[in-house]
C-alpha cells in the first residue's frame, strides 16, 4: 500500500481548517465577505437601539461584531501590519499579533464578552437584504464562558486566532458548520453536539481536554496541529460514541494524556500521520476498542508544512524527510474488535507502551494490515483473533518474544523488505510459545496463494517438527526416525537416497552371506544379491527373485526388516511426490 503525505488528500494540514470550507465564506449561498471597518462599528454602537441595531449595552467592539454578523463578514480585531488600514488576512506572516497561548493579556479593544456571542448565535438579528447572516471573528478575546448548551445554532460560526477565556459549553447542542482556527480555548464541553456539516479546530490549543462524546459530526472533523493537554488528570479528548459521516483529519496532533475513540463511527478515514499521543499517567495513549472506520486508518509519518521563515529561502529547499514527523505512540494502543473497510496503517511509527502495556489489535477486521514502524515496539504486541485480508510486514516490524498470534488469520502474507523464511519461522515460533497447528497452516496457506509452493512444504514441514516437541517420548522417537528418513513426507528425495542405501547394503549382505537354498526344489534361478535386495525393497513389483530362496538365521530378520522398510519408503515417497503434484494438498 502506497503512503502519502498528509496533502495527498484534503490539503495542506497548516491550513486544513480553511482549505476544507470556505475559509471568508460560509453558508452555501453567501455573498462576498467584506470586513467591517472600525470606524463603522464605533458609529453603530452610537445609535439608539431599534429594531435595526444592536442591543444598547454592548461595547462598541461587540456593535461592530453584531454588523459583521447581519453583513456576513469577517469582525477582524487582529493588529494590522505597520499600522496600516487594512486587516491583516487570517494567519498572514509579519502581522505583529501576539501568540495565541501565552503572551500579555489582549486589550478591551479586542474583548467581546461571550454573553453576546450566545446572544448572536442562539437569537441572531436578520441579516441585510441581499446577505447570509454569519459570525466571523478574527483576533479577539471572548471572556467568560461561552454557553451554548441544549441550543440551536443557525448561522455559520468560524473563529480565527481568538482567545477563550474560558472553556466552551456545547453539549446538545445543534449546529451547522463550526471552525476555530488557531484558537486558544481552556477547554470544550461538547458531549452529545449534533453538527450537520463540519466541525474545524486545526491548530488550535486546549490545555483543559475536549469532551465529544456520542457527538455527530454530519461532515468531517478537521484537528490537524491540534494540541490538547490533560490538565485534570482526565481523558485528553472524550470521544467514545463519536459518530463522524465522512473523514477524520487529525495530522500532526499533539495529545498529553488518553485520546479515547471507544465505539466510534467514522464513514470515511481516521488520519493520525504524524500524531503524536503521550500518556506519562494513564494506561492508553491510543484506545480505540470497538471503532469503526469505513476506509482506511492511517498511524504514519506526515509531511510538516512548511516553515514560514524558510518559504522562500531555507526551508524551500529542505528535504521532506528533513520535515516530516513519525507518528509516536507513547502509552498503550488499543484497537480491539475494530473494524476497518480497507486497512490499517502502522508506517514509520514509533510504538512505546510502558512496562506491561501492549499494541493491541484483538478480533480486528480489515482487508490489510501493514505493520512496519520505524522500529520494534518496545511492549507487546497482540493480534489475537484478528481476521485480516492481508498482512505486510518487515524483519524489523516485531518485537522479539514479545508477539501472539494466536487465532490470527489472513489470506495473504508479504514483506516490504527481505524476509528468509528461516527468519519467517522463527518469527511464527517465538509468536506461538505452546504448539499452535493453525498458526503453521495458516502461514503455508498464505505462502501458496502467493505462488511459494515450496516455501508452504517447509512451514508444513516445520509444523511436524513443532509437533514432535509435544509428543511422548515414543511419539518423539518415532518423529525422529520420520524426519531423518523421509522428512515427515515432505522431503520424497530423502526415501529415494535411503532405499538406494538399503539396497546397495542388502546387496553386499547377500553377496557375502552366499547362495541361499532354493524355495522349490524344482525351480532354480539365476542368485542375484542385487536383484534379491531390490525385490525386497520395492513393494507390489515381483523381480522373480523374493519367493525363489528360503533365507534362514539372521538373513531371514534381515529380509524381513528390508520388506518393511521398502513400504515404508515408498509409501511416504508417493506421498512426497504426490504433495509436489497437487497444489493445495
Same mark, same amino acid.
Given at each position: 500500500m502506497s503512503?502519502? +503525505?498528509?496533502?495527498? @488528500?484534503?490539503g495542506?494540514p497548516?491550513?486544513g481548517?480553511?482549505?476544507?470550507?470556505p475559509?471568508q465564506?460560509?453558508? $452555501?449561498?453567501?455573498?462576498?465577505? #467584506?470586513?467591517v471597518?472600525?470606524?463603522e462599528g464605533?458609529q453603530?454602537?452610537?445609535e439608539?437601539?431599534g429594531?435595526?441595531?444592536?442591543p444598547?449595552d454592548?461595547?462598541a467592539?461587540?456593535?461592530?461584531m453584531w454588523?459583521a454578523?447581519?453583513?456576513g463578514g469577517?469582525c477582524d480585531l487582529?493588529p494590522r501590519?505597520?499600522?496600516?488600514a487594512? $486587516?491583516?488576512?487570517?494567519?498572514s %506572516?509579519?502581522?505583529?499579533? @501576539? %501568540?495565541?497561548e501565552?503572551g500579555?493579556r489582549?486589550?478591551?479593544?479586542?474583548?467581546?464578552?461571550?454573553q453576546?456571542?450566545? =446572544?448572536?448565535?442562539?437569537n441572531p438579528p436578520?441579516?441585510e437584504?441581499?446577505r447570509v447572516?454569519?459570525?466571523r471573528l478574527?483576533?479577539a478575546?471572548?471572556?467568560g464562558?461561552?454557553?451554548?448548551?441544549?441550543?440551536?445554532?443557525?448561522?455559520y460560526?468560524?473563529f480565527?486566532?481568538?482567545?477563550?477565556d474560558?472553556e466552551l459549553v456545547?453539549?446538545e447542542c445543534s449546529a451547522?458548520s463550526?471552525?476555530f482556527?488557531?484558537c486558544?480555548?481552556p477547554r470544550? @464541553?461538547?458531549?452529545?453536539?449534533?453538527v450537520?456539516?463540519?466541525?474545524?479546530?486545526p491548530?488550535?490549543? &486546549?490545555p483543559?481536554?475536549i469532551r465529544l462524546?456520542?457527538? !455527530?459530526?454530519g461532515s468531517?472533523l478537521?484537528? *490537524?496541529q491540534?494540541?490538547?493537554?490533560d490538565?485534570r488528570?482526565?481523558?485528553a479528548?472524550a470521544?467514545d460514541g463519536l459518530?463522524?459521516?465522512?473523514d477524520v483529519?487529525?495530522?500532526l496532533?499533539d495529545?498529553? +494524556?488518553?485520546?479515547?475513540?471507544?465505539?466510534? #463511527?467514522?464513514?470515511g478515514?481516521l488520519s493520525l500521520?504524524?500524531?503524536a499521543l503521550? !500518556?506519562p499517567?494513564?494506561?492508553?495513549?491510543? *484506545?480505540?476498542?470497538?471503532?469503526?472506520?469505513e476506509h482506511?486508518?492511517?498511524?504514519?509519518?506526515?509531511?510538516?508544512?512548511?516553515?514560514?521563515?524558510?518559504?522562500g529561502g531555507?526551508g524551500?529547499?529542505?528535504g521532506?524527510a528533513?520535515?516530516?514527523r513519525d507518528f509516536?505512540?507513547?502509552?498503550?494502543l488499543?484497537l480491539?474488535?475494530?473494524r476497518?473497510?480497507n486497512?490499517?496503517?502502522?508506517?514509520?511509527?514509533?510504538l512505546?507502551?510502558?512496562d506491561?502495556?501492549?499494541v493491541s489489535?484483538r478480533?480486528?477486521?480489515?482487508q490489510e494490515?501493514c505493520?512496519? $514502524?520505524?522500529?520494534p515496539?518496545?511492549?507487546r504486541?497482540?493480534?489475537t483473533?484478528?481476521r485480516? +485480508?492481508?498482512?505486510?510486514? *518487515?524483519?524489523r516490524?516485531?518485537?522479539?518474544?514479545?508477539?501472539?498470534?494466536?487465532g490470527l488469520t489472513?489470506d495473504?502474507i508479504s514483506?516490504?523488505a527481505d524476509? %528468509?523464511l528461516a527468519?519467517?519461522?522463527?518469527?511464527? #515460533?517465538a509468536?506461538? %510459545? @505452546?504448539?499452535?497447528?493453525e498458526a503453521?497452516e495458516?502461514?503455508?496457506a498464505?505462502?501458496?496463494t502467493?505462488g =511459494?509452493d515450496?516455501?508452504?512444504?517447509e512451514?508444513?514441514f516445520a509444523?511436524q517438527r513443532?509437533?514432535r516437541?509435544s509428543?511422548?517420548l515414543a511419539?518423539?522417537?518415532w518423529?525422529?526416525?520420520q524426519?531423518?528418513t523421509?522428512g515427515?513426507g515432505?522431503r520424497?528425495?530423502r526415501?529415494?537416497?535411503?532405499?538406494?542405501?538399503?539396497?546397495a547394503?542388502?546387496?553386499?549382505?547377500?553377496?557375502?552371506?552366499g547362495? $541361499?537354498?532354493p524355495a522349490d526344489?524344482?525351480?532354480r534361478?539365476h542368485w542375484?544379491?542385487?536383484?534379491?535386495?531390490?525385490d525386497?525393497?520395492?513393494?507390489v &513389483?515381483?523381480l522373480?527373485?523374493? !519367493?525363489?530362496?528360503?533365507m534362514?538365521?539372521?538373513?531371514?530378520w534381515?529380509?524381513s526388516?528390508?520388506?518393511?522398510l521398502?513400504w515404508?519408503l515408498?509409501?511416504?515417497a508417493?506421498?512426497g511426490?504426490?504433495?509436489?503434484?497437487r497444489?493445495g494438498s
Amino acid at each position: 500500500m502506497s503512503e502519502q +503525505g498528509p496533502g495527498a @488528500e484534503g490539503g495542506d494540514p497548516a491550513a486544513g481548517g480553511a482549505q476544507r470550507g470556505p475559509v471568508q465564506g460560509g453558508a $452555501p449561498g453567501a455573498q462576498a465577505v #467584506r470586513s467591517v471597518p472600525a470606524a463603522e462599528g464605533a458609529q453603530a454602537a452610537e445609535e439608539p437601539r431599534g429594531d435595526g441595531g444592536p442591543p444598547s449595552d454592548w461595547s462598541a467592539v461587540e456593535a461592530r461584531m453584531w454588523r459583521a454578523f447581519r453583513t456576513g463578514g469577517v469582525c477582524d480585531l487582529r493588529p494590522r501590519r505597520g499600522g496600516g488600514a487594512g $486587516p491583516e488576512s487570517p494567519g498572514s %506572516p509579519g502581522s505583529g499579533d @501576539e %501568540p495565541v497561548e501565552g503572551g500579555p493579556r489582549w486589550p478591551a479593544a479586542r474583548t467581546v464578552r461571550a454573553q453576546a456571542v450566545a =446572544e448572536l448565535l442562539l437569537n441572531p438579528p436578520p441579516p441585510e437584504r441581499g446577505r447570509v447572516g454569519a459570525l466571523r471573528l478574527a483576533g479577539a478575546r471572548v471572556s467568560g464562558s461561552l454557553m451554548l448548551a441544549g441550543g440551536t445554532v443557525v448561522p455559520y460560526v468560524q473563529f480565527d486566532d481568538c482567545r477563550f477565556d474560558e472553556e466552551l459549553v456545547m453539549p446538545e447542542c445543534s449546529a451547522g458548520s463550526m471552525r476555530f482556527v488557531r484558537c486558544l480555548i481552556p477547554r470544550l @464541553e461538547a458531549a452529545r453536539l449534533q453538527v450537520a456539516g463540519d466541525l474545524h479546530l486545526p491548530q488550535c490549543v &486546549i490545555p483543559g481536554g475536549i469532551r465529544l462524546s456520542d457527538a !455527530n459530526i454530519g461532515s468531517d472533523l478537521l484537528i *490537524n496541529q491540534l494540541t490538547v493537554r490533560d490538565e485534570r488528570a482526565r481523558r485528553a479528548v472524550a470521544a467514545d460514541g463519536l459518530t463522524v459521516g465522512q473523514d477524520v483529519e487529525a495530522e500532526l496532533m499533539d495529545v498529553t +494524556g488518553e485520546l479515547s475513540l471507544r465505539s466510534a #463511527r467514522i464513514g470515511g478515514r481516521l488520519s493520525l500521520r504524524g500524531a503524536a499521543l503521550r !500518556n506519562p499517567r494513564g494506561a492508553f495513549a491510543l *484506545n480505540a476498542a470497538r471503532i469503526s472506520v469505513e476506509h482506511t486508518l492511517y498511524l504514519s509519518a506526515a509531511v510538516r508544512p512548511a516553515d514560514r521563515a524558510g518559504a522562500g529561502g531555507r526551508g524551500a529547499t529542505a528535504g521532506a524527510a528533513a520535515r516530516s514527523r513519525d507518528f509516536v505512540c507513547d502509552g498503550a494502543l488499543r484497537l480491539d474488535d475494530g473494524r476497518f473497510g480497507n486497512a490499517i496503517v502502522v508506517h514509520r511509527a514509533r510504538l512505546t507502551p510502558h512496562d506491561q502495556q501492549q499494541v493491541s489489535l484483538r478480533r480486528v477486521q480489515a482487508q490489510e494490515l501493514c505493520f512496519t $514502524p520505524q522500529q520494534p515496539p518496545t511492549g507487546r504486541v497482540v493480534l489475537t483473533g484478528a481476521r485480516l +485480508g492481508g498482512l505486510v510486514d *518487515n524483519p524489523r516490524s516485531w518485537p522479539p518474544g514479545r508477539l501472539s498470534l494466536t487465532g490470527l488469520t489472513y489470506d495473504t502474507i508479504s514483506a516490504r523488505a527481505d524476509f %528468509p523464511l528461516a527468519e519467517r519461522l522463527a518469527w511464527l #515460533r517465538a509468536a506461538t %510459545p @505452546e504448539y499452535a497447528p493453525e498458526a503453521y497452516e495458516r502461514l503455508a496457506a498464505a505462502l501458496r496463494t502467493g505462488g =511459494e509452493d515450496a516455501d508452504a512444504r517447509e512451514v508444513l514441514f516445520a509444523k511436524q517438527r513443532r509437533r514432535r516437541e509435544s509428543l511422548p517420548l515414543a511419539g518423539r522417537m518415532w518423529g525422529w526416525l520420520q524426519d531423518v528418513t523421509v522428512g515427515y513426507g515432505y522431503r520424497p528425495g530423502r526415501a529415494a537416497v535411503w532405499m538406494a542405501v538399503l539396497w546397495a547394503l542388502g546387496a553386499v549382505y547377500f553377496t557375502l552371506h552366499g547362495t $541361499p537354498h532354493p524355495a522349490d526344489d524344482g525351480y532354480r534361478p539365476h542368485w542375484s544379491p542385487a536383484l534379491y535386495a531390490l525385490d525386497l525393497l520395492l513393494p507390489v &513389483i515381483d523381480l522373480g527373485q523374493d !519367493n525363489a530362496w528360503r533365507m534362514a538365521g539372521a538373513a531371514q530378520w534381515v529380509t524381513s526388516a528390508m520388506t518393511l522398510l521398502g513400504w515404508v519408503l515408498a509409501t511416504t515417497a508417493a506421498a512426497g511426490a504426490s504433495r509436489l503434484l497437487r497444489r493445495g494438498s
